[in-house]
């Protein structure tokens, strides 16, 4: 079955701390990853794609890695800040598939 | 503006009413789907159209019919509401041919409460 888990559902860190989200998926035949940001009240914003070839790929003070081997991503967030606060959902395609993980809550406090 | 528009923002309406859902975009692209959000839930496909005459149903599409107006125009209706139907839709659109690669834009919601 096609499915894409993310763990945790939720996570609070301090300002300024590091956080690492997971998302292990099982998408056959896997085309790629995508991270997206869901702020509160609004519509997802892409961060990230990564496809089978990508092991690490960053925006800012967001970094993706993939291993396709192990069919597992994180999205690690360095230094966070108030404004990451949102929902983080792991994206996989293949094939005609789109494949949404439930997210990550991530609370950042100051 | 925005490149995905959705109307309204906000909508309570009561249980057997019609509502409808309105979504324009203007990124060009032909490709429009219709996606509700439950807490717990993540995102599932209600409806999608890869262009005007193309119309398929998601997975979750009982209950819900859809209209692609123009390629820029893509409406959900609720022919009969129920409460269970209370969530929060989203419209989005994405490019053809490798729209997986190049993912997805979304508008910013409808929040749906029907009592």
């Known amino acids: 079955k096609n499915q894409v888990e993310q763990s945790p559902q939720s996570l609070i860190i301090l300002e300024g701390k590091n956080c690492t989200l997971q998302c292990n998926y099982t998408v056959s035949p896997f085309s790629n990853l995508r991270w997206y940001k869901q702020d509160t009240g609004r519509g997802p914003v892409s961060l990230t794609i990564m496809t089978f070839s990508e092991n690490t790929k960053s925006n800012g003070r967001y970094t993706a890695t993939l291993d396709a081997d192990t069919k597992q991503s994180s999205l690690h967030i360095t230094a966070s800040q108030l404004s990451d606060s949102a929902s983080y959902i792991c994206v996989v395609s293949g094939g005609d598939k789109i494949i949404f993980g439930k997210g990550t809550r991530l609370h950042i406090l100051p | 503006d925005a490149d995905v528009t959705q109307t309204p923002r906000n909508r309570i309406t009561k249980t057997g009413k019609r509502i409808m859902l309105e979504c324009s975009q203007t990124?060009?692209?032909?490709?429009m789907y219709w996606y509700r959000q439950d807490p717990g839930l993540g995102l599932r496909l209600i409806y999608y159209?890869?262009?005007?005459?193309?119309?398929n149903k998601g997975e979750i599409s009982d209950g819900y019919s859809v209209s692609r107006q123009a390629q820029a125009k893509f409406s959900l209706s609720l022919e009969s509401a129920i409460p269970n139907q209370t969530a929060l839709y989203f419209c989005?659109?994405?490019?053809?041919?490798?729209?997986?690669?190049?993912?997805?834009?979304f508008g910013s919601g409808t929040r749906l409460t029907v009592v």
């Open positions: 989005a659109t994405s490019p053809g041919q490798l729209g997986a690669f190049y993912g997805y834009t």
């Open positions: 990124k060009g692209h032909d490709r």
């Open positions: 159209s890869f262009d005007v005459k193309d119309i």
